[in-house]
């Protein structure tokens, strides 16, 4: 099966953000740059109504103009959302911003994926020779072939051997891309895009933006397909999007056991705070000068960076408080059972977790699987009612004959690959350990079962990780299946085919560390590790193989606050950076040895020192970090609208 199959990116909405690099890079070009570019500037391409889908639901999409435009000898391709109120999205100025495409070069374009389905709407990837990628152009009035027929006349356009839909404006590959290459990872990365060296003249981009909404929809539209998903077939490897994480793993491994003097980290839990454009949100907030001050010998090149910056402020988060007991549990509820105050229940479970004792009770709230002004009687009924409908759900793979699953691929290759991955999920741990596990197998059913219940998205590597520390927790099979399905509620995007929920938390990150971290920023963009794939299994398993198991379930039931952000993983990634800035940029690492570093981090991560610098780090980027975060980015929860793994399957 060719690559491009297996490694789908149509639908791929969450990263239309990644644009807003090139916009700014864009405004930075002299005047005497427009008015030389505005007389040759020729626009020999243009099509109405194609567009992008920043979210996962038709109803989001956002419609626009693309052009190709000529500059002397040199071509350049725009797209830019129309304005005023959309029947399809209403955008502000500066989501129209966000979502532009401005301007790009045809000499950093490596390659365009064309996508045309039977029965969908078909669309272009525009993959950058640095392997990342603009987002699904949807064509929904025709054009691509005469698209690509123009760009064909001004540049030189070849077929890839590989891939007949793949067409190469270039024949070379960096850096980065060999790098991805080496792990197999897919060809187009739509993360985020490097900004454009060239631009057209401002006047020209701009024709004719401000046409009316019965312009927009005039055309052979129908209302359904304004606000219906393109309909695909389905891709038997659908599942195969996961094995990135094999191919991480390959570079995964424990440090040496030298290293455990080289990655201890200072105690000081200081965070430098850069005058950033967030510094508008730090006058709001206490601050606490210091200087940190802190060895960087040979012996100890791992230790924290030295904040040596003049004038410079440290912003301290709250320190950490002991678990929470079960004495001080009850004053939390009423006489009935209800939580009488969740926000208060929420922070006091941030700042210090949970005796293990009561995870079994409050983990399932914190989950939403039970409502918090839910009484003990009403939470005893849903457990009975759900214990019914699992079992249910579990029957109907239990009733496959032998006969019928000779016949059933997809319940096969599901089968199989839990199995497989079960029996290596922590097997260390006492629950789990030993030959004939009873919990084993018990994690392998409440998996086929999920298979069932959600069988659009079925079964992908890591959810295995998810869900052992559940089912050790509830220690219950049907309710450890429920917590699991609401757990996945918020991250079942990680597992898309098209890794859509990946693609916009790696954004995000690269985005907030552009805020909170300037220099770190632009080391990575000088090494073109803008991608972010170092992090990717940080955030994946959330964070799963960094931790001990018992911190990894502090750290889980403290995500699940949603206190102070929804999002609070990401600034987490961006506390670790933080610390380990001089290091990196110390020692140059490239993608390669950066990703090496990453992966032997991994039990040497202090984690209540770096929840202290995400939360410090939360405050300081205030609105302007969450705006950093595109809209349904997990783990918030999407809109139930019933399409949310529609395009799951397809066969191109």
């Known amino acids: 099966m060719l690559e491009s199959e297996v490694h789908d990116l149509s639908d791929d909405a969450d990263y239309a953000a990644s644009q807003q690099q090139g916009s ?25 109504n194609v567009a992008i889908h920043p979210t996962q639901f038709a109803s989001e999409r956002i419609s626009g103009r693309l052009k190709l435009i000529k500059q002397n000898s040199s071509l350049f391709m725009t797209w830019i959302p129309y304005k005023g109120n959309s029947s399809e999205a209403r955008l502000s100025d500066d989501e129209r911003n966000l979502y532009t495409i401005k301007a790009v070069s045809f000499t950093e374009i490596r390659s365009i994926r064309r996508h045309t389905p039977a029965l969908a709407w078909p669309y272009i990837i525009v993959v950058l020779s640095s392997g990342l990628a603009y987002p699904p152009l949807y064509f929904y009035s025709g054009g691509v072939k005469e698209f690509l ?32 290459s080496s792990l197999e990872l897919p060809r187009a990365v739509p993360i985020a895009c490097g900004p454009s060296n060239l631009s057209v003249d401002e006047s020209v981009l701009n024709e004719n933006q401000g046409r009316a909404d019965n312009d927009v929809n005039n055309g052979s539209f129908s209302a359904a397909q304004f606000h219906g998903r393109p309909s695909h077939k389905v891709d038997p490897a659908r599942d195969l999007s996961i094995n990135v994480l094999e191919k991480f ?49 040979d012996e100890s090149c791992v230790a924290l960076d030295s904040q040596e910056f003049d004038n410079l402020s440290l912003v301290w988060g709250k320190p950490r408080q002991p678990p929470l007991g079960s004495g001080e549990w009850i004053i939390f509820l009423d006489s009935e059972g209800r939580v009488t105050d969740s926000e208060a229940l929420r922070k006091r479970v941030f700042y210090g977790g949970l005796d293990h004792e009561l995870r079994n009770e409050v983990w399932s709230l914190l989950l939403g699987y039970y409502p918090y002004e839910s009484t003990y009687a009403e939470r005893e009924f849903q457990k009975s009612v759900k214990k019914s409908e699992y079992e249910n759900i579990k029957n109907q793979w239990q009733s496959i004959s032998s006969a019928q699953a000779k016949r059933f691929t997809k319940f096969r290759e599901r089968k199989g690959l839990i199995e497989k991955d079960v029996v290596r999920t922590d097997r260390s741990i006492p629950f789990y350990e030993g030959d004939d596990n009873p919990n084993v197998n018990i994690l392998r059913d409440i998996l086929l079962t999920y298979s069932f219940y959600n069988f659009d998205l079925g079964y992908c590597q890591g959810m295995s990780d998810l869900l052992s520390p559940i089912l050790f927790v509830m220690d219950d099979e049907s309710e450890a299946f429920w917590c699991f399905v609401a757990l996945m509620e918020r991250l079942g995007p990680n597992f898309n085919r098209d890794q859509n929920g990946m693609h916009s938390q790696l954004f ?45 379930m502090r750290l889980w039931e403290v995500l699940w606050t949603h206190y102070p952000s929804e999002h609070l993983h990401l600034y987490l990634c961006v506390a670790i950076l933080n610390r380990y800035r001089g290091k990196i940029i110390r020692e140059e690492m490239d993608f390669d040895t950066l990703l090496k570093f990453i992966n032997e981090l991994s039990g040497h991560i202090d984690l209540d020192a770096n929840l202290r610098d995400a939360e410090a780090l ?25 399409s949310f793994y529609a395009l799951q399957d397809e066969i191109l």
Not at 28 to 48: G, Q, Y
């Open 24 to 48: 700014a890079s864009m405004m930075l070009r002299s005047d005497s740059t427009k008015n030389s570019l505005r007389e040759d500037a020729e626009i020999v391409f243009t099509k109405e």
């Open 149 to 180: 027929a123009t760009i064909k006349q001004h540049v030189l356009l070849v077929r890839s051997e590989e891939d007949a839909n793949v067409f190469l404006v270039n024949d070379f590959q960096n850096t980065l891309q060999r790098t991805l």
């Open 249 to 297: 793993s390959l570079v995964t491994k424990f440090a040496r056991e030298t290293t455990s003097q080289l990655f201890r980290e200072n105690h000081s839990n200081g965070f430098s705070e850069r005058r950033t454009h967030a510094q508008t949100n730090l006058d709001h907030h206490p601050r606490k000068s210091s200087h940190v001050e802190e060895k960087t010998s």
């Open 508 to 552: 995000a990150l690269s985005k907030l560390v552009e805020l909170l971290d300037s220099p770190l920023h632009n080391y990575f963009k000088q090494r073109d590790c803008l991608n972010y794939f170092f992090c990717f299994r940080w955030i994946l398993i959330q964070f799963k193989r960094e931790f001990e198991y018992e911190k990894t």
């Open 618 to 642: 939360c405050i300081c980027a205030g609105e302007n970090g969450a705006a950093c975060i595109p809209p349904g980015t997990p783990p918030s929860l999407p809109v139930d609208d019933g």
